[in-house]
């Protein structure tokens, strides 16, 4: 296992395959998951299962880890127990001159203790990082739900800048 940097009391990791079914569960443990457990504890390693049995999670994993613009993260306890979670993705585009963005997205850490400020220091790390990919804009695209996320976000300097739309396919 890499591991990226050491936050005291937490570091970040590049995900491993070992890590994909506990990902699975923080990415399911938040309220705008279809298969949001509610809870406002540490969620069980084994409270929601194994996943959708036509879901191939350690397929995709495999595409996610060969991309080199893709970095899927883990945090981890000083127990070497996973957290938390976010991915990053670098796009290159011609607009803005061609400059790099870097896209967020699947971010969370597990309720507990200082999960506020555990997040707060993985979400400087990662501006941190981005910025040394030469990425010139880091982007963040919570659901409209989310409102509670949308105020951390703020806390550590986003603003609103643009309007999603999605299309299901």
């Not at 296992?1 to 938040?30: K, N, P, Q």
């Not at 457990?37 to 495999?62: Q, R, Y």
Request: net charge negative; aromatic share 4%; no cysteine.
């Amino acid at each position: 296992m890499e591991i990226l940097a050491d936050l005291g009391d937490v570091s970040l990791a590049r995900a491993t395959r070992d890590h994909v079914g506990t990902i699975e569960r923080l990415l399911a443990d938040d309220p705008t998951s279809p298969r949001h457990v509610a809870t406002n504890t540490l969620i069980s390693d084994d409270l929601l299962g194994v996943g959708p049995a036509d879901a191939d999670l350690e397929a995709v994993f495999e595409q996610i880890d060969a991309d080199p613009n893709q970095e899927l993260i883990v945090v981890l306890d000083e127990g070497d127990r996973v957290i938390g979670t976010l991915q990053l993705t670098f796009v290159r585009t011609l607009a803005r001159g061609g400059v790099a963005r870097a896209v967020v997205s699947g971010a969370r850490i597990r309720a507990g203790h200082d999960s506020l400020g555990i997040a707060k220091r993985m979400f400087a790390w990662a501006i941190d990082h981005a910025r040394s990919r030469g990425a010139r804009v880091l982007i963040v695209m919570p659901e409209k739900n989310r409102a509670h996320i949308h105020g951390f976000y703020t806390t550590m300097g986003f603003r609103p800048s643009h309007d999603g739309l999605t299309l299901p396919l």
